[in-house]
T-cell receptor
Framework: DAGVIQSPRHEVTEMGQEVTLRCKPISGHDYLFWYRQTMMRGLELLIYFNNNVPIDDSGMPEDRFSAKMPNASFSTLKIQPSEPRDSAVYFC?????????????FGNGTRLTVT | QKEVEQNSGPLSVPEGAIASLNCTYSDRGSQSFFWYRQYSGKSPELIMFIYSNGDKEDGRFTAQLNKASQYVSLLIRDSQPSDSATYLCAGTDRGSTLGRLYFGRGTQLTVWP
């Protein structure tokens, strides 16, 4: 099991540019979550999907953020246009459905720096 | 607004001591609680979860849940330098077995030799 795979590991971009973060969940996991982590705010849930359908995007900070899950093995988080305050570590996580208290499995994260 | 609050620390204990990490939550309907450990520059990894009042032990770790006081704690016995990390407390939604986890901001623990 390769675990949750995120790419890129690091992204440095200039303000105003479009940024796309990618995630491949663990095969068979029905739930996929996008989190953002900063020193000031800790780990914040942005959006989560169940069976590729977005269930709750209330954590998405602004319309500049969008997420898609076109199939069970791939999701993207896009920021357009990016701003320096978007600098953070973005984690993707997945978990299986139908199992109470099943843990979240996190990817290694993408460290985003917007200059 | 669902919130999970942790004593921010940092917490520093000598090797072999008991480290006590605490967490309170605002949503009385939260059912399950998780403790994650996060090493610097790494992703969070699950240590244990608890959903019943009382204590749950797993090796050197004991999780405690008090729903009346809305309080969760993690005790680490015989602390080791390798336990030095940030510990994140998380709770689930009311009535949800499979829903979101809300995380606290974490407590940084240092175990010195």
């Amino acid at each position: 099991d390769a675990g949750v795979i995120q790419s890129p590991r690091h992204e440095v971009t200039e303000m105003g540019q479009e940024v796309t973060l990618r995630c491949k969940p663990i095969s068979g996991h029905d739930y996929l979550f996008w989190y953002r982590q900063t020193m000031m705010r800790g780990l914040e849930l942005l959006i989560y999907f169940n069976n590729n359908v977005p269930i709750d995007d209330s954590g998405m900070p602004e319309d500049r953020f969008s997420a898609k899950m076109p199939n069970a093995s791939f999701s993207t988080l896009k920021i357009q246009p990016s701003e320096p305050r978007d600098s953070a570590v973005y984690f993707c996580a997945s978990r299986p459905g139908g199992v109470r208290n099943s843990p979240l499995h996190f990817g290694n994260g993408t460290r985003l720096t917007v200059t | 607004q669902k919130e999970v609050e942790q004593n921010s620390g940092p917490l520093s204990v000598p090797e072999g001591a008991i480290a006590s990490l605490n967490c309170t939550y605002s949503d009385r309907g939260s059912q399950s609680f998780f403790w994650y450990r996060q090493y610097s520059g790494k992703s969070p990894e699950l240590i244990m979860f608890i959903y019943s009042n009382g204590d749950k032990e797993d090796g050197r770790f004991t999780a405690q849940l008090n729903k009346a006081s809305q309080y969760v704690s993690l005790l680490i016995r015989d602390s080791q330098p390798s336990d030095s990390a940030t510990y994140l407390c998380a709770g689930t939604d009311r009535g949800s077995t499979l829903g979101r986890l809300y995380f606290g901001r974490g407590t940084q623990l240092t175990v010195w030799p």
